[in-house]
């Protein structure tokens, strides 16, 4: 178990932020292609139990294409089980934290079984594409902080997770204010899209052809 302290921040222009994060000399993976795709599903009871107590049952299936740009360059696929819950006294704030289980898992088809066999259901999935960036090794006050840049069906973001002084001030060397941090997590901004569009809730994924 850990405790995950994280924000969103909304990319007006992704080439311009791309261009701070490399002033900074933010690097992402090097092996291969680090833009990754995440197929997430979100578990829940009938009734909405775990998200009415703030929790999360998730699995997500992350898929890497590598290119030619690393020898060590290879495709990938994992799948990922996370729990995650309110953390137990944390003070509400600028920054979202939360308790967070996490584990690889290999056979996500018989774990779906289990979980609808507790009554469980897959009732939400949403897609997206993320590249993690790290600071370089000698910027001391970044130690532990992920620049993760998500391009998703509702828009382009960028999670800050880690140290909340970190995240601090790369939001404010990003050329962002805390009026900017957002909390809400990718449903409640695939509901407000769809609100803002006119469009009923489905399933927060890609167009075809896009």
């Given at each position: 178990m850990a405790s995950e302290t994280e924000i969103k921040l909304r990319i007006a222009d992704s080439k311009e932020f791309l261009r701070k994060l490399k002033r900074l000399?933010?690097?992402?993976?090097?092996?291969?292609?680090?833009?990754?795709?995440?197929?997430n599903v979100i578990f829940d009871t009938p009734d909405g139990?775990?998200?009415?107590?703030?929790?999360?049952?998730?699995?997500?299936?992350?898929?890497?294409?590598?290119?030619?740009?690393?020898?060590?360059?290879?495709?990938?696929?994992?799948?990922?089980?996370t729990f995650k819950r309110p953390a137990e006294n944390a003070n509400p704030g600028?920054?979202?934290?939360?308790?967070?289980?996490?584990?690889?898992?290999?056979?996500?088809?018989?774990?779906?079984k289990i979980f609808e066999?507790?009554?469980?259901?897959?009732?939400f999935r949403y897609e997206k594409f993320r590249t993690t960036f790290q600071l370089p090794a000698k910027t001391l006050w970044a130690k532990g902080l992920l620049i993760e840049m998500d391009e998703t069906p509702v828009g382009?973001?960028?999670?800050?997770?880690?140290?909340?002084?970190?995240?601090d001030k790369a939001a404010e060397l990003l050329g962002f204010?805390?009026?900017?941090y957002v909390l809400k997590n990718y449903l409640t901004l695939y509901i407000e899209d769809c609100r803002h569009r006119g469009e009923q809730p489905s399933d927060m994924v890609f167009r075809k052809n896009t």
């Amino acid at each position: 178990m850990a405790s995950e302290t994280e924000i969103k921040l909304r990319i007006a222009d992704s080439k311009e932020f791309l261009r701070k994060l490399k002033r900074l000399g933010a690097k992402a993976d090097s092996a291969g292609d680090a833009r990754v795709h995440e197929w997430n599903v979100i578990f829940d009871t009938p009734d909405g139990g775990l998200a009415k107590h703030g929790q999360l049952l998730r699995i997500r299936t992350e898929t890497r294409r590598a290119t030619a740009k690393s020898k060590k360059a290879r495709d990938w696929t994992r799948s990922v089980l996370t729990f995650k819950r309110p953390a137990e006294n944390a003070n509400p704030g600028r920054h979202k934290v939360r308790e967070e289980f996490e584990m690889e898992v290999g056979d996500t088809a018989t774990l779906t079984k289990i979980f609808e066999g507790l009554g469980m259901r897959g009732w939400f999935r949403y897609e997206k594409f993320r590249t993690t960036f790290q600071l370089p090794a000698k910027t001391l006050w970044a130690k532990g902080l992920l620049i993760e840049m998500d391009e998703t069906p509702v828009g382009m973001f960028v999670e800050l997770e880690g140290p909340a002084d970190a995240i601090d001030k790369a939001a404010e060397l990003l050329g962002f204010t805390q009026k900017d941090y957002v909390l809400k997590n990718y449903l409640t901004l695939y509901i407000e899209d769809c609100r803002h569009r006119g469009e009923q809730p489905s399933d927060m994924v890609f167009r075809k052809n896009t």
